[in-house]
């Protein structure tokens, strides 16, 4: 026989206990709101594999700007975000302002970083434009055919693991309910969402339910056709090494580039660690760490930095990034009454984890969608639930 759990008296269901999911469950029981989080393994999810750059300003491309103005003011609140973690928490979350710089390693790739960096001059950004010679100055490790790059002080980093168990415990300790298990089913009932099912054969009902399942948000059995776009899986490899002590010499704030058209950035983390990353791949829902992904990242990095092949290589690993059909995030309220939808975030998860659990728990409280998610409307593309 089927047992029901909770009853009426969940207010907000988040399904997905990734760092959206768990940002949203913080904020909104926070604010009072009884909040229940279904995931079979909390914490866990992209965050687990991403590099934690917070890059708003060096991953800018053309026609980006209302994600460019949610991405600055998710980044403009990490400082007080991480902080109000640590305190709660005890944990620190990696959080380090070293911003970054984007090296070119040859004339086209000089080019194309001017170009990038007139655009951000043309929209107010703060970046500088520097010689190879300076840039060389700036980190002594890059390689000696460095022909310039950008300065961006504002771009920084977290560690998205320590992200993640710090916003597990703040969840705790906010009063969130955190059930390891897994949404089978969305349960409609009449024009509106009424809760799940759950793996264990329960279910759960709420007033209104989150999805944050990333990825696998759209493929939720139960869920009306119409309601939400396909959230298509893009796989990315990322390489983790050693650096031995002492640290500095090495490499000071995060490097990226682009080498033979693909992207590459490096993350050095204050307890040694490098990561390196990271392919993206149109592979589906396959997460295998593959030969060539590892040689691709590593030579393109070492054509950056030459000197870290001589580092422990110390783990490889795969993981999927939630993309819409504009790779921009779903933020805010469905066709389907009740439901709401927390995904979408394509490369930017951990960047926009503060500015999407700030907007989602104004939207719970008031109703009303904040202006920043205007332009992230689920419904943007025409979705709607069929009469």
Known sequence: MTRVVSGSGTDVLVIGGGVIGLGVAWRAAQRGFAVVVVDP??????????????????????????????GMASNERYAAFTAELSELTGLDTGYRRTGTLAVALDSDDREE?????AFQQRLGL????????????????LAPGVRGGLQVTGDHQVDPRRLSTALVRACERAGAQ????EAT?????????????????????????????GCRSHLLPGLPEGVLPAIRPVKGQVL???????????LSRNVRAVVRGKHVYLVPRADGELVIGATTEEQGYDTTVTAGGVYELLRDAHELVPGLTELPLVETGAGLRPGSPDNAPLL?????????????HYRNGVLLAP??????AEYLTTGTVPELAVPFSPSRFGTKVPA
Request: proline content about 8%.
């Open 41 to 70: 393994a909390h914490g866990g999810g992209a965050a687990q594999v991403a590099a934690g750059m917070l890059a708003p300003v060096t991953e800018l491309q053309y026609g980006e700007e209302p994600l460019l103005r949610l």
């Open 113 to 117: 970083l001017r170009e990038l960096h």
């Open 126 to 141: 703060e970046s500088h434009w520097l010689t190879g010679r300076e840039c060389r100055r700036l980190e002594p490790m």
């Open 178 to 181: 955190l059930l390891p298990a």
């Open 185 to 213: 089913e969305l349960l409609v009932e009449g024009d509106r969402v009424a809760g799940v099912r759950l793996s264990t054969g329960e279910l759960l009902r709420a007033e209104r339910i989150v999805l944050a399942a």
């Open 240 to 250: 983790r090494l050693r650096i031995p002590r002492p640290y500095a010499p090495f």
């Open 332 to 344: 805010g309220p469905t066709a389907l009454p009740g439901l709401v939808a927390a995904t979408g």
């Open 355 to 360: 500015v999407t659990g700030d907007l989602l």
